[in-house]
Nanobody, 125 residues
Framework: QVQLVESGGGLVQAGGSLRVSCAASGRTFSSYTMGWFRQAPGKEREFVAA????????TYADSVKGRFTISRDNAKNSVYLQMNNLKPEDTAVYYCAAAKYYSRAIYSTTGFDTWGQGTQVTVSS
C-alpha cells in the first residue's frame, strides 16, 4: 500500500497557473492508477482527473478538460496536476488518490483505496 502527500497548493489569480504534486511512498507506486479529486466548501468531493499506471491512459472531468493535465513520474513516485487558465470555481482542496485498477469506478471516490491529506487551491477573481 502507498502513502500519499500532496503539495504545491496556493493562491493564484484567475487565468493563472499552478501545479500540484503528490509524492507517494512504497515500492508499488508504479502499479497504481492515480487520480485527483477536489472538494469545495459545502460540496461533495468530485473527480478531476486520473492516469493509468503507465501513463498511457488519462481521463478528465468535463469542467477541467483542456485546462488541466495529469502526469506521473514513476521513477520519482510522483503524480502531478498542471492547472492552467484557473477559474474561481476551481477553488477547492485538491486530493491525490491511488486505485488498484483503471476502471469506470475511478470517476467516483469509491474507486480509490488510498488518499492524501489534501492541498488548498484558491483562485481569486
Amino acid at each position: 500500500q502507498v502513502q500519499l502527500v500532496e503539495s504545491g497548493g496556493g493562491l493564484v489569480q484567475a487565468g493563472g497557473s499552478l501545479r500540484v504534486s503528490c509524492a507517494a511512498s512504497g515500492r508499488t507506486f508504479s502499479s497504481y492508477t492515480m487520480g485527483w479529486f477536489r472538494q469545495a466548501p459545502g460540496k461533495e468531493r468530485e473527480f478531476v482527473a486520473a492516469i493509468s499506471w503507465s501513463g498511457g491512459l488519462t481521463t478528465y472531468a468535463d469542467s477541467v478538460k483542456g485546462r488541466f493535465t495529469i502526469s506521473r513520474d514513476n521513477a520519482k513516485n510522483s503524480v502531478y496536476l498542471q492547472m492552467n487558465n484557473l477559474k474561481p470555481e476551481d477553488t477547492a482542496v485538491y486530493y491525490c488518490a491511488a486505485a488498484k485498477y483503471y476502471s469506470r469506478a475511478i470517476y467516483s471516490t469509491t474507486g480509490f483505496d488510498t488518499w492524501g491529506q489534501g492541498t488548498q487551491v484558491t483562485v481569486s477573481s
